[in-house]
């Protein structure tokens, strides 16, 4: 687990953008909040249902992006990042998350701020997330560049890249 100095902690907005931002705790935490109930899968093959996700909607970036951007890198702490489709990033259940069932997330599970991306296996879902990259053409995250599947979906199990 990273140790995070949360008077330092910056969410980084950058690449294909109209202007590039940075929140710090304080500015991230006034960002309109939402709740969505959602399941995880793991790659691993287990699931959790039924999970109450509290944050912020990843659509508060929309209106910055450009329109030649077509994926987005997602960077973590300790240089953690997952790639995904601009369109998955942006789908309506994708948010930042602070709170899991109803209580503060805990610093194993990406405090204060993680991804969740319900639709996709858990390992996009980035915990300890620094910022957004946006980017015209596709760029491999962690996993995705040792062996995991580019996109991740659960339902065709697009578990490795072999497939
Ligand atoms: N920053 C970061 N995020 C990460 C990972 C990681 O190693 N670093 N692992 C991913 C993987 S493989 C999984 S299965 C989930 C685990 O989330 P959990 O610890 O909340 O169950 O986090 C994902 N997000
Ligand atoms: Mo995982």
């Known amino acids: 687990m990273p140790k995070i100095d949360l008077t330092k902690w910056n969410f980084k907005v950058w690449g294909l953008v109209e202007e590039e931002k940075e929140y710090n705790l304080d500015e991230f935490r006034l960002l309109p909040s ?3 109930f ?33 994926f987005v890198l ?8 997952t790639n995904l489709p601009i369109k998955e990033f942006f789908k309506e259940d994708v ?39 946006f980017l ?7 996993w995705e560049s040792h062996g995991y599947h580019n996109h991740g979906d659960p339902w065709t199990e697009e578990r490795y890249s072999y497939r």
């Open 136 to 142: 015209e053409s596709d760029k491999s995250g962690f």
């Open 34 to 36: 939402t709740k969505v």
């Open 74 to 81: 997602v960077h973590a702490y300790k240089n953690f990042t």
């Open 38 to 70: 959602s399941d995880i899968h793991c790659v691993t093959s287990w699931s959790k249902l039924n999970n109450l996700w509290e944050g912020v909607s990843t659509s508060f970036l929309k209106d910055n992006v450009l329109s030649e951007a077509k």
């Open 95 to 133: 948010i930042f998350a602070t709170h899991h069932n109803g209580e503060e997330l805990s610093t194993k599970h990406g405090y204060p701020l993680r991804l969740v991306v319900p639709q996709l296996y858990f390992w996009k879902s980035a915990k300890w997330v620094t910022g957004v990259e």
